[in-house]
C-alpha cells in the first residue's frame, strides 16, 4: 500500500564505503526526485528525473550517481562516503502536469545514512 | 536568488491556542506555493498548493492564505496531534528545471495538553 517506499530505513557505514539507496513508488507518477535533508533540517534538492531522463542534477559531487530503470524506480548511489554525507535522504514523485502543485508531490519517509 | 524563510523557527502553543506561522519569499515569476507538514522520521506530507494572491484553502483546524510576498498557515484551535515541523516550498526556475521545490527551514510547533 506504501505509495513511496525507500531502501533501506537506516544505513550506518564507513567512511570510504560505496552504498546504494533504492526508491520505489506505485502511483503511477511519471517524475521522480531525491532530496536532501541535514542536521538543520533543510531539504535541499539533488536530481530529478522524467520518464527515465534525468531533468535536475544539482551541484552534487560526482560520487552521488542516480539510476532510474523505469518511471517507478529511482536509485541514488554514493561512492567512497564521506562524513559530510551523513544526512536523511528522501525520495519523491509527482506527476509532471500544466500546473506543478495539481498533483503534489509524495515524499517517502527517507533513509538515514549514518558515515562513521 | 530566490529565497523562501519562514518565523518562527518554532511554536508552543497550549490546545486551543489560535497562531499564525509565516512563509515570506523572494522568487521571480511564483507558479504556486506549497504547506508540507513533516512529522519525527518521516517524510513531509502535503497539505495545500495556493496558485495566486489572495487564494486561501482549509484542512481541519488548518488554514493557508496567500499574498504576492508571503503565505500564512493558521492553526485554529490547535491539538496536540497538529504538533509537528510546518514546511513552506516554492518551485524555482521553472522554466529551466520543472519541479524544483525551494524549500524553507520550517516552523517546529508543539502543542501540549
Known amino acids: 500500500d506504501t505509495a513511496v517506499s525507500q531502501t533501506p530505513k537506516y544505513l550506518v557505514t564507513q567512511m570510504g564505503n560505496d552504498k546504494s539507496i533504492k526508491c520505489e513508488q506505485n502511483l503511477g507518477h511519471d517524475t521522480m526526485y531525491w532530496y536532501k535533508q541535514d542536521s538543520k533540517k533543510f531539504l535541499k534538492i539533488m536530481f530529478s528525473y522524467n520518464n527515465k531522463e534525468l531533468i535536475i542534477n544539482e551541484t552534487v559531487p560526482n560520487r552521488f550517481s542516480p539510476k532510474s530503470p523505469d518511471k517507478a524506480h529511482l536509485n541514488l548511489h554514493i561512492n567512497s562516503l564521506e562524513l559530510g554525507d551523513s544526512a536523511v535522504y528522501f525520495c519523491?514523485?509527482?506527476?509532471?502536469?500544466?500546473?506543478?502543485?495539481?498533483?503534489?508531490?509524495?515524499f517517502g519517509s527517507g533513509t538515514r545514512l549514518t558515515v562513521v | 536568488e530566490d529565497q523562501v524563510t519562514q518565523s518562527p523557527e518554532a511554536l508552543r502553543l497550549q490546545e486551543g491556542e489560535s497562531s499564525s506561522l509565516n512563509c515570506s519569499y523572494t522568487v521571480s515569476g511564483l507558479r504556486g506555493l506549497f504547506w508540507y507538514r513533516q512529522d519525527p522520521g518521516k517524510g513531509p506530507e502535503f497539505l495545500f498548493t495556493?496558485?495566486?494572491a489572495g487564494e486561501e484553502k482549509e484542512k481541519e483546524r488548518l488554514k493557508a492564505t496567500l499574498t504576492k510576498k508571503e503565505s500564512f498557515l493558521h492553526i485554529t484551535a490547535p491539538k496536540p496531534e497538529d504538533s509537528a515541523t510546518y514546511l513552506c516550498a516554492v518551485p524555482s526556475n521553472w522554466a529551466d528545471s520543472w519541479g524544483k521545490l525551494q524549500f524553507g527551514a520550517g516552523t517546529q510547533v508543539v502543542v501540549t495538553p
Open positions: 495556493l496558485y495566486s
Open positions: 519523491a514523485s509527482t506527476l509532471r502536469g500544466d500546473r506543478v502543485g495539481d498533483y503534489g508531490y509524495t
